[in-house]
């Protein structure tokens, strides 16, 4: 029992959350944006260096130094860093740091009188990282999957196809076209392993839900593929660290971190993982059965399995969960709240009067339907945008209202069928989520309870859960993951929304003409 602290390096910020498990409260959150900091002396924009071409950078370097700043205002709250017991974090996924030969020797011989900044200049053998915005390497994701023997192969052993935002065709990439840099690279940290390290001292092997985001690991035997290594560049085997167990303890904080922010010298520092598995511990996802929807730009939709499944048309992810012991489903919808805007606008509506298109119309939508490709849509792969409408008249605002949201809730009970789960709940966040007619909607087609979610920031909590857990295992009183959530990962008071039985049966009859739809325009 005690203080935790949970880092979050995400695409445009550092966000520090610290819990208090005797209280069950979170008693501090803080962050720093990149842009307001650091856009004029590091050039980004959104967090990024976007070079065109689908080349998307972000600077290394920043994050160090966005880290020293997080901690300053931790403690400038009024945060006692020396209290914190343990310390986790998420980072980006997918993301690449490489590192020279001096890194090691940098990293544990930080000197306090200096910034990171000041110390960590010469260790980059490239200085900038790509991530998971850069969506350039499409000829190696090909490269890669003929080099194991054809994209069902890596699909079934590392349960992703080859992904243009991974890590592995970014390695290939930079392999191919830099191939001086590269033979200076003498370890490849990804995004999460890199800030566990500079907190570390040293640098940190990387935990298996973070390295199944990589095209890279077995995802069966969690370890590094030695045929996915091969068909990626030279070598490889020998810039990876190990993949580490996700409770393990990767050490003591560095004396660095001790004398210039006075955190207590016997702090533990857990393996970081990707914010995508963070945020799954953080929404208390730790039992099969339990889903969760993001309601975001994109509407990310993932659950908790008991077992290795893979999605037979590689449409979805799939990652290790830091829980050690249970597997994570992703599925990404790029038409999430693009298409509800993009709605909302045509018919130059508000939100509310958005949410009274679906009050003023019938589930179901009297058998309009609409497939809205209003942008490229990642699940169901369609490369060009494209409205489609059946039944439904275009000039109807409310019913294309409700032809948007019903669309979203049946394509997302669709394409997560290979999950095999038996939902039992569905936890939304983002935006969307305070739409409660929206959420109905969700509810009915899924025949499932439905609750809003109160975390604001799953990635960061999770990490702070993982930094709980961890620490209470290596002291020989482990507590359940569902006694390590519970108390933090709760839905908001009276958020529950029901499933109405009338309305659960007529979705069920129009599921199938709606995936008649979408397969005869995909």
Known sequence: MGNFLGIDA?????????????????????????????????????GVLDAGNGVVHSPPLMWAEALEALLRQLRESGINLASIEAVSGSGQQHGTVYLNQSAAGVLGGLRSDLSLTDQLNGVFSRPTAPVWMDTSTRVQCDEIETGVGGRQRLLELTGNTAFERFSGPQIRKFAQQEPAAYERTTTICLVSSFVASLLAGRVVPVDAGDGSGTNLMDIGQQRWSQDALAATAPDLGQRLLPIIKADSIVGSISPYWVDRYGFNPTCNVLPFSGDNPCSLIGLGLVEPGKLALSLGTSDTFFACMDKVRISSTGEGALFASPDGVHYMALICFLNGSLAREAVRDQYNLDWEGFAAGLRQTNPGNDEGLMLPYFDAEIVPHVATPGVIRQNLDPHNAAANVRAVIEAQALSSRIHAEWMGVNVQSISVTGGASANAEILQVFADVHDCEVQQFQTTNAAALGAALRASHGHMTALGTPVTWPQTVSDFSRPLPGSDIQPRAQTVTLYDERLEAYRDLEARHT
């Open 10 to 46: 995400s695409t445009q910020s550092m966000t520090g959350l610290v819990i208090n498990t005797s209280s069950a409260q979170i008693i501090a959150e803080e962050s720093v944006n990149f842009d307001e900091y650091y856009a004029e002396k590091y050039g980004v924009e959104n």
